[in-house]
């Protein structure tokens, strides 16, 4: 018999995986979703090789179960199903924080591993319809295996990982993961909403650049699932923050008081940080 | 004889505009530039039909003069050579920032027009080695013409925008460009920096999103260009940072106080926000 590979959650990363997934390591693609569009899209486009709306009976046959939930409906189906998995069973996730969803898997039975994991890809959109194959190339895909993680199991994510296209695979703890998302993540969504807010929004049709576009594409957001992510991640978010606003201040600071030697030396200092740091990447745009 | 389109800095943006111009209208386009290095790599690459290093010759037989120099270079440039246009001459430019270029083309004798351009375009890079034709496809170009500017003038300005491929011409005055401007161009390069500065930035590299990239691609930034066009807008960019960090505080202190309703409430109204925005423009990443 064919082994199972159960997406728990088929909405733009789920979706995405169930179409990146298809034909991973001799593994039958499972989808299990609630909502009965979703679960007729993706029977109608092949998302998934099979799809269901009984994530016990699901769970209870599965050898690998990949939650895509948002993040407190993972908490949820963990509480739940707890008992559901079958004896080595790898339980795992793509949930933006860590720590939280890791704490949690404590629940489960010592027979059933659980490897924290978030693919660094998504867009702007939501649900199934938007979901595409390639959504993982070129990503980040970070890792948050347990001390007690079996070799075979960590094996099988990095092979995933390499299988959907992502760039790399970094492991980490969860404090460490959630820091960083803080910052590289959370906050990038925190400053889009918050440049939305000015009431110049609408009157600046016709001039805005590809600046522009860059900082505040992400603030058309998902807001159940923001609002969890920053919830859960209250502290890191809140110091991140902290640190932005007064980096922000000492610049206002600088143009206000129109001392151009201060600003050219502070913009020298800030450029050179960016041209260090030259991400890696797709270019955005030229 | 042949009309002449002359171009003064033969950097990015007037290296661009010399390759997208090729073929424009009959004009021979003249580029100006003062580095030898720019004159000989625009001369094997063909940026401009001529290329010289002879300003005033130059301007002595031009019939349009687009200067593409740093805010101030463009300033003392007019003072320079204000005296050495020839009647019915065209003069414009390509400056982010359009009062101080306004008020200081009024030192222009009455038979030489003057028409404030700026396309907007650009990457994070400079030098004309980084120049291509294609730089101003579906931008905007704002133009702020004089109450007196001829129509021909005008005219040709919108020829010229269509010709390099700009989504659309937008006509304002100095000082609504420079308050947008201010808005959607300058605070999105303090923004960047601002991130760039945070003691994470080299930690992070392998937990960068595309949200992370769209914010800081500009950080990067030509730090004589842009503290020019700072300090030259700096009550408008000032008045911008301080409603920024006025939202930005706002959403700080609903992340700390864990209220749930009122992030959840923030979020939606902002999304909703930049969804009925809706900007046009290329998709940046998917």
Not at 11 to 22: F, V, Y
Not at 125 to 147: C, D, K, N
Not at 212 to 236: I, K
Not at 268 to 280: C, G, H, I, T, V
Request: glycine letters at 8%; one cysteine or more.
């Amino acid at each position: 018999m064919k082994k199972k590979f159960v997406i728990v959650g088929l909405g733009l990363i789920g979706g995405s995986m169930a179409m990146a997934l298809k034909g991973f390591e001799g593994f039958t693609i499972v989808g299990v979703d609630l909502s009965q569009p979703t679960l007729r899209f993706a029977r109608e486009h092949g998302v998934g090789d099979e799809v269901t709306e009984d994530a016990a009976l699901a769970v209870k046959g599965a050898d690998v179960v990949m939650l895509c939930l948002h993040p407190q409906g993972i908490l949820d189906f963990l509480e739940t199903y707890k008992n559901a998995f079958k004896p080595g069973c790898l339980v795992t996730d793509v949930c933006g924080i860590k720590s939280a969803v890791m704490e949690k898997a404590g629940c489960l039975p010592p027979s059933v591993d659980f490897i924290g994991c978030h693919p660094m890809a998504g867009t702007e959109f939501s649900g199934v319809e938007h979901a595409f194959a390639e959504m993982f190339q070129g990503s980040h895909l970070i890792l948050t295996p347990r001390a007690e993680s079996t070799p075979e199991h960590v094996s099988l994510m990095e092979q995933l990982a390499e299988y959907i296209g992502c760039r790399d695979v970094v492991k980490t703890t969860p404090a460490q993961h959630d820091a960083i998302l803080a910052y590289t993540s959370q906050m990038m969504h925190i400053i889009a909403v918050s440049v939305c807010d000015d009431e110049n929004l609408f009157t600046c049709k016709g001039y805005e650049g590809s600046s522009f576009r860059g900082c505040t594409r992400v603030a058309a957001l998902d807001v159940g699932l923001w609002t969890q992510l920053f919830s859960l991640n209250a502290p890191a978010l809140t110091a991140c923050l902290d640190t932005l606003l007064e980096n922000l201040k000492t610049y206002r600071d600088a143009v206000a008081a129109g001392d151009r030697e201060l600003l050219s030396s502070k913009l020298a200092f800030s450029a050179a940080r960016k041209r260090e740091m030259d991400l890696p990447g797709p270019d955005l745009l030229t």
